[in-house]
């Protein structure tokens, strides 16, 4: 018989027992630095983070001149990000040499930067100028920080998972590349990482697209259903690691195992539009990631250290969308945590008051098939969703939403209808890539989404 699901104060507990077991001093540690709301200056910041906490890295979504002169002389290394928008320009060595003059050079050394990441989760947006000039790019910042004399600062890019075709109730060790993208697109970028030896930067996030069945093998709790490796036999008690693993077995399959993964960011809301977002879910979440960098490792690469950017460090309550978008944090924006995972010194914050859940503010969100999934796509998706107990009949011959009777309106009834009934996240609605949110209700007549 499956036990009864803990308490939350018995969760609490338990994630006293873990910080026990975390060392006194956390490195390679770090927190993605976001500023969408009233949140304190870059220079209060920078204060609590190198006087009151160990975390040792942040990263930032831009090169913010303030943000970067905040953290000079902190010794706390900083990743900074190339908007999405800027990539196509530099493509042009010129361009690049450019950007690195004004956005490294006025900074670097006082301030530790570390990486910069050329865009975020530039495949995810299908923006094909984007991603034919990523690589170029790159390199151009690359050379240029050469030209200049940096050999400290390393050029990396973020990457979605959405880059593995993999099957979260499958094997790991068979995590692949999407097709396309494998020998075209990142085959290239992990040559170019391994020749300037700089990291693989991934985001896994076990939010998106887990199981709401089976939530515990999301955040590291006990009871949950495990996965096992039928080809290596290993058996896996989270998704971070399987996540980990798909992605290594990726880079592996195409020659580039021994490329260094740094963790850009990952993480758990303590409040969302669903039960599973808590103060101590995010903590116990947090608590195993911080475990793993330090070398815990996974699986398929044991002891592997992985330098980790949580994210994030405070709740952004000028954040748009669903009420977990604001509620991401370690921190509230007066520097009291939201639960306490051993990063504050001197034995600071534990039992800091939880984080009340805010008002829902998700609105519309439907889930329907992209224009451009084939039939074939489609098909897979609805014999797919049909089998994980949503109700189909709908779209079966004289149901409400057989008429018009196509592929593609009975995929986006059944995709909404698994959408709706697993938390409205973002990875509910992906279905290998052949699903999107839309914001306008698509029910039409009889047929009700």
């Known amino acids: 018989m499956a036990k009864a699901p803990p308490s939350i104060s018995l969760l609490l507990l338990l994630c006293a027992a873990v910080f026990l077991t975390i060392p006194a001093v956390i490195s390679a540690i770090g927190v993605n ?25 942040v990263k930032i979504f831009d090169v ?32 690049a040499r450019r950007w690195v003059s004004v956005n490294i050079l006025p900074f670097h050394p006082q301030t530790k930067i570390k990486y910069i990441s050329v865009g975020n989760e530039i495949l995810l947006t299908g923006d094909n100028n984007m991603i034919n000039n990523l690589l170029p790019a ?9 030209r200049a004399g940096v050999r400290d600062v390393k050029v990396t890019t973020a990457h979605s998972l959405n880059i593995i075709a993999y099957d979260l109730t499958g094997a790991p060790s068979s995590g692949r590349f999407r097709p396309g993208w494998d020998k075209g697109i990142l085959a290239p970028i992990l040559a170019y990482h391994r020749r300037t030896k700089s990291p693989f930067m991934v985001n896994p996030y076990p939010y998106f697209g887990f199981d709401p069945k089976n939530v515990n093998f ?52 303590s409040a969302c539009d669903a039960p599973w977002c808590s103060p101590a879910n995010a903590a116990w979440f947090n608590l195993n990631i911080i475990k793993r960098a330090q070398g815990q490792g996974t699986p398929l690469m044991p002891n592997r250290r992985f330098e980790t950017y949580i994210f994030g460090l405070f709740n952004e309550e000028g954040k748009p969308g669903p009420t977990a978008e604001r509620n991401w944090g370690l921190f509230r924006a007066d520097f009291s945590p939201v639960y306490d995972v051993g990063l504050l010194r001197n034995g600071q914050g534990g039992g800091g008051r939880p984080a009340l859940p805010a008002p829902s503010t998700a609105g519309g969100k439907w889930c329907v098939a992209r224009s451009g999934a084939t039939n074939t796509q489609l098909q897979d998706s609805i014999n797919w969703v049909c089998g994980q107990g949503v109700d189909c009949k709908p779209i079966q011959a004289g149901g409400s939403c057989f008429n018009p009777s196509s592929l593609r309106t009975h995929a986006s009834f059944v995709m909404n209808a698994y959408f709706q009934s697993h938390g409205r996240t973002d990875g509910a609605c992906n279905f290998s890539g052949t699903g999107m949110i839309v914001g306008n209700n698509p029910s039409n007549g009889a047929c009700k989404y």
Do not use: C
Request: proline share 8%; glycine share 8%; hydrophobic share 40%.
């Open 218 to 269: 999301a955040i590291f709790r006990t009871p949950y259903k495990a996965v096992r490796d039928p080809f290596t036999r290993h058996v896996y008690t989270n998704m971070f690691d399987a996540l980990m693993d798909s992605t290594y077995s990726a880079m592996k399959a195409l020659g580039y195992g021994d490329v260094n993964i740094v963790v850009g960011e990952t993480g758990w809301p």
């Open 64 to 95: 913010n001149p303030d943000i970067l002169r905040a953290f000079a002389g902190t010794g706390i290394s900083v990743v900074v990000t190339v908007p999405n928008g800027d990539i196509p320009a530099l493509a042009n060595g010129r361009q």
């Open 138 to 146: 790159m390199r151009n910042l690359n050379n240029a920080l050469v």
């Open 33 to 57: 630095y976001g500023t969408l709301g009233n949140l304190p200056p870059p220079t209060q910041v920078a204060n609590f983070i190198k006087t009151q906490t160990s975390i040792d890295s």
